[in-house]
C-alpha cells in the first residue's frame, strides 16, 4: 500500500470512527451526513438532535470517546446490500437516503459496520479492526456549519474537523505549521499593519487603507518598469460594458453567474399584468424580488439588450483594442497590459481575507501573435515571472495542461503550440521538470501555470499563460501577413501576480509583514529625540524624500520612547533617532527592523545611497550594518 492510500485508509476510517462517537455522545438521534477525507485529515457533518451544539470545549470529549472506541479493537465488516435493504438500514437518516437514492441502479451498494452498532453507507475501503488505528495520532480541531450539498436552501449542518496523521511526530509537526500559520495570517497582519479593511457594505471588495495603497502602487509600479522593458504598452478600458460585448465574448453563456450586472439605461420596465412573465426572467436567486413586486414597480429585466455587467476579465475590451485598426504582420506581437478593476461574483461562504475577493486588479496581459511567434512569447513570459518571482524570494513550478477532448480549432496549431511549448519548459526546467496534466487544457487553448511556493511551503497558483484559438476567432480579428492576405492572430493571455489583491495577501503572510524594504508601505520612520531636534528631522525628511524614499515622522512633543513605540507595529525597516549628536555631526542613529541594537552615527548620505540602492536593486535583504 501507498503513502497516499494509506492516508485515505485510515484518515477516512477514523471519520467513521468519529461519526460513532458523536451518536455516543450526542444521542441516537444524531443524523450523519458525508463524511471525506481531505489534505490533513477529515471531517463529518451531522445534524445533531434539537438543542445540542459541537463547540470547542467539546473536541477534547469526542476524542478521548474515539480513543475509546478504537480500544475496543471492533472489527469493521463490509456487507454488499440492495438498494432496498440499504433504505431500510438507514430510514431515519434522511441524508443517507437521499444518498441511497441517487445511486445508479448498477452500481453495488457496500455498508461498513464498525461493530455491531455503527453503520455508514460507503465504498471502502476500510481497516479490519479498530486496533489498526492505534497507532496513528489525530486531534478535533474546528468546527463550523455546513449546508448540506453546499447548497444554502438545505439543512444547515455542522462540520467537524480532525487532523490526523501516521504519528504523533507528524501531528505535531503539522499543528505547529498550522499556528505559524495562524501568526501570519494575512487578515490580522493588514490590520496591524493598516493595510486594507472590508466593510459589510462592499462584501469581498478590499478598501486600502494608505499604507496599503503605498504598497498596492508599489507593486504596480514594479510591474509596470519589468513589462515596459519587455516591449507592453499599457491600456485601460471600461469597466461597464454592454451585454452585447458579452455576448461576443462567450461571457453571457458561460460566465453570468459570476458577472454583478448593471442596468443600461433602457434596462428598467415598469411591472405591469405580465408581472408573472417578467418574475421568470428575473435573476432565480432573488428571492426578494417576488415579495416587493406590485403593478408599477420598477423591474430589471436582464434579458434586455441594453443590459449591462461590469468586466469579469479584460480579454473583450483588449479585442476591441486590437479590432480598432489595421494591423500588419510586422506590428506583432502586440502586447496590451492592462491593470483595471475586475468583479465576480462570489459565494458569501467562499470569501476570505485578500485571498477570495469580488473586487481586484490583475497585472493583466493579451498578446497577439502570429503563431511562429508563439514560442518566443511564452519564453520571454517565462523570463518575467522569473525575474519577479525571484525579487519576492519565492520559487516556483510549472504546470502544462494540454488539449481536452471538446477542443476547439484546427488540431495541427494545437499540436504545434503544444509542442512548442514542451520544448521551451524542456529547455527551461528540464525534461520533467515540470508537471504535464493531460487533457486539463482549456477548450479554447493550452496553457501553463505558475505555482509559487511560499515561506512555509505551501503552493499558490499565482502566474498563468494562456494561449487562445477561439476569442480572436469571435471578435474576428485580422491582420495583414506577409503577402498582403488576412490571417487570425493567437491570443496569449498571461498574469504573473494574477490578482494583485491575492498576491497582497500571500506576500503579507509569505514575509510576515515584514517586507523587503522597497515594497514596505513606509520605508522610515524619524523621530527627533526633542523639538529641538525637529529642524534637522525636517532637513532629513526632505533629503529622503527628495531622493523617493517613502518617509512617516513624530514631530510632537511626546518621549521618544512613545514615538518608537508607536512606529514599531508597522515593521517600517528603519526609525531613525536624532539627537544633538546627529544634527551636529550630519548623521542618523538607525533602529533596524528585528534587531535590538542601534547603529549610531551613520552619515545621513551613507544611509540614503544605502536605501536608494535597495530601491533600485528591490533588494530582498534588508541591509543590516552600514
Ligand atoms: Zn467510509
Ligand atoms: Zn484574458
Known amino acids: 500500500m501507498d503513502k497516499e492510500e494509506f492516508l485515505g485508509l485510515y484518515r477516512h476510517s477514523l471519520a467513521h470512527v468519529m461519526a460513532k462517537a458523536v451518536i455516543e455522545l450526542y444521542g441516537e438521534d444524531t443524523l450523519y451526513g458525508i463524511g471525506p477525507q481531505i489534505d490533513d485529515g477529515a471531517y463529518y457533518d451531522f445534524v445533531l438532535p434539537e438543542g445540542k451544539s459541537i463547540t470547542e470545549a467539546d473536541y477534547k470529549t469526542i476524542e478521548d470517546k474515539m480513543r475509546e472506541i478504537i480500544k475496543r479493537r471492533e472489527d469493521w465488516t463490509r456487507k454488499v446490500v440492495t438498494k432496498e435493504e440499504a433504505l431500510e438500514v438507514f430510514k431515519d437518516n434522511r441524508f443517507k437516503v437521499e444518498l441511497i437514492n441517487e445511486l445508479p441502479d448498477d452500481e453495488t451498494i457496500t455498508l461498513y459496520y464498525t461493530g455491531e452498532d455503527y453503520v455508514d453507507l460507503c465504498r471502502g ?11 496513528v495520532s489525530y486531534k478535533v480541531h474546528s468546527c463550523s456549519m455546513a449546508y448540506w450539498k453546499g447548497d444554502a436552501k438545505r439543512d444547515h449542518m455542522q462540520r467537524v474537523y480532525f487532523y490526523a496523521f501516521p504519528d504523533k511526530q507528524q501531528l505535531k509537526e503539522h499543528i505547529k505549521m498550522i499556528e505559524e500559520a495562524r501568526e501570519r495570517e494575512h487578515k490580522k497582519i493588514g490590520a496591524q499593519l493598516e493595510l486594507f479593511m472590508f466593510n459589510e457594505s462592499a462584501p469581498g471588495m478590499p478598501y486600502w487603507e494608505p499604507r496599503g495603497w503605498q504598497m498596492y502602487q508599489t507593486l504596480l509600479a514594479y510591474s509596470r518598469k519589468i513589462q515596459k522593458a519587455h516591449g507592453y504598452t499599457e491600456i485601460s478600458a471600461p469597466l461597464i460594458n454592454n451585454k452585447k460585448l458579452w455576448l461576443v465574448s462567450g461571457h453571457w453563456a458561460h460566465y453570468l453567474n459570476n458577472m454583478f450586472i448593471v442596468p443600461g439605461i433602457d434596462g428598467f420596465t415598469q411591472a405591469d399584468t405580465n408581472i408573472e412573465d417578467l418574475q421568470a426572467a428575473l435573476d432565480d436567486e432573488d428571492e426578494t424580488t417576488s ?3 406590485e403593478a408599477g414597480t420598477p423591474v430589471y429585466d436582464r434579458e434586455n439588450i441594453d443590459t449591462m455587467a461590469a468586466k469579469p476579465m479584460n480579454c473583450p475590451n483588449a479585442m476591441m483594442m486590437f479590432k480598432r485598426k489595421l494591423h500588419s504582420y510586422k506590428d506583432l506581437p502586440i502586447r496590451y497590459s492592462e491593470y483595471d478593476v475586475l468583479h465576480r ?26 503563431e511562429s511567434q508563439i514560442k518566443d512569447e511564452i519564453a520571454d513570459i517565462i523570463a518575467i515571472a522569473d525575474e519577479i518571482y525571484s525579487t519576492f524570494g519565492v520559487t516556483y513550478r510549472a504546470e502544462l495542461s494540454t488539449r481536452p477532448d471538446d477542443y476547439m480549432g484546427d488540431i495541427e496549431v494545437w499540436n504545434r503550440a503544444e509542442a512548442g511549448l514542451k520544448e521551451i519548459l524542456d529547455e527551461k526546467y528540464g525534461e520533467g521538470g515540470y508537471e504535464i496534466n493531460e487533457g486539463d487544457g482549456a477548450f479554447y487553448g493550452p496553457k501553463i501555470d505558475l505555482q509559487i ?3 512555509l511551503g505551501r503552493e499558490w497558483q499565482c502566474g498563468t499563460i494562456q494561449l487562445d484559438f477561439q476569442l480572436p476567432h469571435n471578435f474576428g480579428l485580422t491582420y495583414t501577413n506577409a503577402e498582403g492576405n488576412l490571417e487570425m492572430p493567437v491570443v496569449i493571455h498571461r498574469a504573473i501576480y494574477g490578482s494583485l489583491e491575492r498576491f497582497i495577501g500571500i506576500i503579507i503572510e509569505n514575509f510576515k509583514g515584514r517586507f523587503p524594504f522597497w515594497l514596505s508601505p513606509y520605508q522610515v520612520a524619524v523621530v527627533p529625540i526633542t523639538t529641538d531636534h525637529n529642524a534637522y528631522a525636517e532637513e532629513v525628511i526632505e533629503a529622503l524624500e527628495s531622493n523617493h524614499i517613502r518617509v512617516e515622522a513624530d514631530l510632537s512633543d511626546k518621549n521618544m520612547r512613545s514615538k518608537i513605540k508607536k512606529f514599531k507595529p508597522y515593521q517600517d525597516p528603519y526609525i531613525l533617532v536624532l539627537g544633538d549628536n546627529e544634527a551636529r555631526e550630519r548623521t542618523v542613529s538607525i533602529n533596524v527592523r528585528g534587531s535590538n541594537k542601534q547603529i549610531q552615527n551613520v552619515p545621513l548620505d551613507t544611509f540614503i545611497e544605502v536605501c536608494k540602492k535597495m530601491n533600485q536593486e528591490h533588494t530582498l535583504e534588508l541591509v543590516q550594518e552600514m
Open 125 to 135: 475501503p476500510h481497516v479490519s479492526n479498530s486496533q489498526e488505528l492505534m497507532n
Open 345 to 370: 461574483k462570489e459565494k458569501s461562504g467562499q470569501m476570505n481575507g485578500l485571498f477570495r475577493v469580488q473586487e481586484f486588479r490583475q497585472d493583466d496581459d493579451h498578446t497577439f501573435v502570429m
Open 291 to 293: 415579495a416587493v413586486l
Open 453 to 455: 511556493k511560499d515561506a
